[in-house]
């Protein structure tokens, strides 16, 4: 495995003494960095010179840190919200209407052009836009109040002439949305809606 500007990128597993397993990754970085994932894996990054002791004393060192960090990515992974696939099929469907219209009606508003609307269910971000102008949005967008639909539209719009999040992007946004930094932190507050768990249909709490 290589990462991008790594002559060598190697990987092991090993394991705190309390059993929690992690994964040791060398590469050409010059710093000790600890991670821990969304689904409360662990990966401890180090320089490829690193002896393999001194990490696993790296990562002994810092033992509360990283279970602390663990339980709370489980805990955030127990309460994701619950749907069936069926009602996952129909809010995609409902998403496909509400957002292609909104697309239309905030593209005409800009002046801006778009290649084609896919509706998935994407696990880190509500929308995305591609280099070839195609748009990607979340189907959870339909969860949302429809001023925070608005904001995720306008912002991928925007990407079609800022492909960046410059003073320039922010600016065109804040155009069309001028309390767009309101509405992008509510947002945050149904982050949740990005990593749903599906079910199946006979499922009972």
């Known amino acids: 495995m290589k990462t991008a500007g790594d002559s060598v990128c190697r990987m092991k597993a090993a394991s705190l003494r309390n059993g929690l397993e992690y994964a040791i990754v060398w590469s050409g970085r010059k710093t000790l960095s600890l991670q821990v994932k969304r689904d409360g894996s662990v990966i401890v990054r ?3 010179w690193m002896p393999a002791a001194r990490v696993k004393s790296f990562a002994e ?6 279970m602390q960090r663990v339980k709370d990515a489980r805990e955030q992974l127990e309460d994701r919200p619950i749907f069936t696939e069926t009602e996952i099929h129909q809010y995609r469907e409902k998403a496909r209407k509400v957002l292609t219209a909104k697309v239309q009606f905030w593209a005409g508003q800009m002046g801006i052009t778009y290649g084609r609307i896919a509706i998935r269910q994407q696990t ?3 929308g995305s836009c591609s280099s070839k102008g195609n748009l990607n949005f979340n189907w959870a967008l339909v969860l949302v109040p429809e001023a925070l639909q608005d904001y995720v539209v306008v912002h991928e719009l925007a990407h079609r002439r800022e492909m960046n999040h410059s003073p320039r992007f922010w600016s065109l946004v804040g155009q069309y949305i ?3 930094a309101v509405r992008r932190k509510q947002l945050k507050e149904y982050v949740s809606l990005t990593d749903v768990q599906t079910v199946p249909e006979d499922w009972e709490t």
């Open 46 to 48: 180090c320089p490829s």
């Open 178 to 180: 001028p309390d767009y």
């Open 61 to 66: 060192d810092h033992a509360d840190w990283i």
């Open 124 to 126: 880190t971000r509500w």
